[in-house]
């Protein structure tokens, strides 16, 4: 069974400060998403990395799937409030058919 | 374009009942799964669907659920006699041909039993 673990699983930081949170796994992963959800929606797609060692920008978030296709990092610069969600990471591998597994999320809170 | 659609989204069902939930994937898509996110716990894989075939079931409980998607219309996850341990969101996603792992989700339906 393969798993991803993010941590932290809560942070809590003030607008204006840096954070990252990570997924990571025993498991080699073909490509790796990562998603934001809010309160009574959906998962919405952020980015999609396929490539060991691939770095994404999408504005002020930067993604990076690790060399080994194991873990993944998503860094958020200069956090604001708008970024406060819940960050999910979800990875599949081609033995494991199109079935995305999930991470456990990061809740993030931004304060302003 | 539109995105993923989901309904209803809520359901509110007694015990024993029946509940359908319904997904229209987006266009140009023809691959949908459905994932369930129980309270406090993470997203969870049911089933992948392609027209008129299941592809992949192995996340799907043995007894009382079921999915379809049909070559006309949207697909549908049926469970049949709910129990209160069924209340969840349930998350359609759909995408596109030879990239099934850009998922691309609905906004739930979220299912209580009362």
């Known amino acids: 069974t393969q798993l991803l673990e993010q941590s932290p699983q809560f942070l809590s930081i003030q607008e204006g400060e840096n954070l990252t949170v990570y997924c990571n796994s025993s498991s080699v992963f073909s490509s790796l998403q990562w998603y934001r959800q809010e309160p009574g929606e959906g998962p919405v797609l952020l980015v999609t990395v396929v490539t060991g060692g691939e770095v994404k920008k999408l504005k002020r978030l930067t993604f990076q799937f690790g060399d080994a296709r194991k873990d993944s990092s998503l860094h958020i610069t200069a956090a604001q409030p708008g970024d406060t969600g819940l960050y999910l990471c979800a990875g599949s591998s081609n033995n494991a058919g199109n079935m995305l597994t999930f991470g456990g999320g990061t809740r993030l809170m931004v304060k302003p | 374009n539109a995105g993923v659609m989901q309904n209803p989204r809520h359901l509110v069902r007694r015990r024993g009942q029946e509940a359908r939930l319904r997904c229209s994937p987006m266009?140009?898509?023809?691959?949908v799964y459905w994932y369930r996110q129980l309270p406090e716990e993470g997203l969870k894989f049911m089933v992948y669907l392609q027209k008129e075939n299941i592809i992949d079931e192995s996340g799907m409980p043995k007894e009382r659920f079921s999915a379809e998607f049909p070559k006309e219309g949207p697909s549908i996850l049926r469970i049949q006699q709910v129990v209160r341990g069924d209340s969840a969101a349930y998350f359609c996603a759909s995408s596109p041909v030879g990239q099934g792992y850009e998922q691309y989700f609905g906004p739930g339906t979220r299912l209580t039993v009362t």
């Open positions: 266009k140009g898509h023809s691959h």
